[in-house]
Antibody, heavy 120, light 111 residues
Framework: QVQLQQWGAGPLRPSQTLSLTCEVY????????WSWIRQSPGKGLEFIGE???????TYSPSLESRVTMSLDTSRKYFSLRLSSVSAADTALYYC??????????????WGKGTTVTVSS | QSVLTQSPSVSGAPGQRVTISCTGS?????????VHWYQHLPETAPKLLIY???IRASGVPDRFSASRSGTSASLAITGLQAEDEADYYC???????????FGGGTKLTVL
């Protein structure tokens, strides 16, 4: 059974860097895209970006200048770093496995989510 | 402002049929890109309901179905049950942004 276990640092101050990691259980990283999605309080889901097993990345244009994703295939985890955070980055962050069918990527396995709060 | 537009809320009585719409544009749904649907219950991770526009995910009852027409897609739920009360999100690919995009979500209330 495929499972994603995610973790990351606690509350952040503005301008700090958010760092989250998602460990993959039950499947190889190969053949899938590994995604990060967030949900701000009272808002909908927002795609942050994704990375495949080769390290190819796609980032949301609105976050691209601050986002870095990486992965470690031997340790089976992938990570998100978001720099220069502000209160607007306060959200519930999810990692997810994305299945690719041509241009279409759908998220079939999700982590439980990590709450990130940015406050001075 | 989400790239895909969903009505904020919809409601129905147990046993009824409801539909949730997802309106996009020519750079996403209108270009033929597939639409996927998720059910999001409070305090849980989103759950894949429908993928590649019409295919039910494993374990999803056939009360759930979806379709696409032009620049819009819709999710239909028949025989509404109390456990269906949740937020529902559509997702597709947008060629202008070159990323996956989500709708703003629709809150389903079972009366």
């Amino acid at each position: 059974q495929v499972q994603l276990q995610q973790w990351g640092a606690g509350p952040l101050r503005p301008s700090q860097t958010l760092s989250l990691t998602c460990e993959v259980y039950g499947v190889s990283l190969s053949g899938y895209y590994w995604s990060w999605i967030r949900q701000s309080p009272g808002k909908g889901l927002e795609f942050i970006g994704e990375i495949n097993h080769r390290g190819d990345t796609t980032y949301s244009p609105s976050l691209e200048s601050r986002v870095t994703m990486s992965l470690d295939t031997s340790r089976k985890y992938f990570s998100l770093r978001l720099s220069s955070v502000s209160a607007a980055d306060t959200a519930l962050y999810y990692c997810a496995r994305a299945v690719a069918d041509k241009w279409s990527h759908y998220m079939d396995v999700w982590g439980k989510g990590t709450t990130v709060t940015v406050s001075s | 402002q989400s790239v895909l537009t969903q009505s904020p809320s919809v409601s129905g009585a147990p046993g009824q049929r409801v539909t949730i719409s997802c309106t996009g544009s020519t750079s996403n749904i209108g270009s033929g890109y597939d639409v996927h649907w998720y059910q999001h219950l409070p305090e849980t991770a989103p759950k894949l309901l429908i993928y590649l526009t019409t295919i039910r995910a494993s374990g999803v009852p056939d009360r759930f179905s979806a379709s696409r027409s032009g620049t819009s897609a819709s999710l239909a739920i028949t025989g509404l049950q109390a456990e269906d009360e949740a937020d529902y999100y559509c997702q597709s690919y947008d060629s202008s942004l070159s990323i996956s995009v989500f709708g703003g979500g629709t809150k389903l209330t079972v009366l």
